[in-house]
């Protein structure tokens, strides 16, 4: 094998240790981004709205007036991120049961430790790592938009 393939790989290795790593919920937060794309807003609002993907409305409302039906049982997402920073929300997303035992939104980038999980689905998490950043992104942006 070359050389150049072998660096390759290993950096591959090693930016996937970083990002498993990333994951873990250090004082409330997940500093590190999950992916080295940034995330994208445009592509965060599409998941957040959508009733396949996020399946956020089910439970949370916010700035979608073409949306009819929206939750209830959860708050606002606009009000209710705007004292978050990027780490503080993507720490929320990717498991929200480390803030509240109780609650009913699901860990969207978890395998582990989960319940009644069909099996086709287990060992794959409900988002992947750069929807969860572009679900950040539109997040942030509605700080923004409050302000």
Do not use: W
Request: net charge positive.
């Amino acid at each position: 094998m070359r050389k150049g393939c072998v660096l390759a790989i290993l950096l591959l290795v090693a930016l996937n240790l970083n990002l498993a790593a990333a994951q873990t919920i250090v004082n409330g937060v997940i500093d590190q981004p999950l992916t080295v794309i940034p995330g994208d807003a445009l592509r965060g609002r599409t998941i957040v709205a959508s009733r396949q993907t996020g399946l956020c409305l089910l439970c949370h409302s916010g700035p979608f007036p073409e949306e009819r039906f929206q939750g209830n049982l959860a708050p606002e997402l606009s009000s209710s991120v705007a004292r978050y920073t990027a780490p503080q929300l993507r720490a929320r997303i990717v498991d929200t049961s480390h803030f509240n035992s109780n609650t009913i939104m699901p860990a969207y980038y978890r395998t582990d430790l989960l319940n009644r999980v069909a099996p086709k689905f287990v060992g794959q998490t409900i988002l992947s790592g750069q929807e969860i950043e572009d679900v950040v992104a539109f997040l942030l942006s509605l700080n923004t938009s409050v302000q």
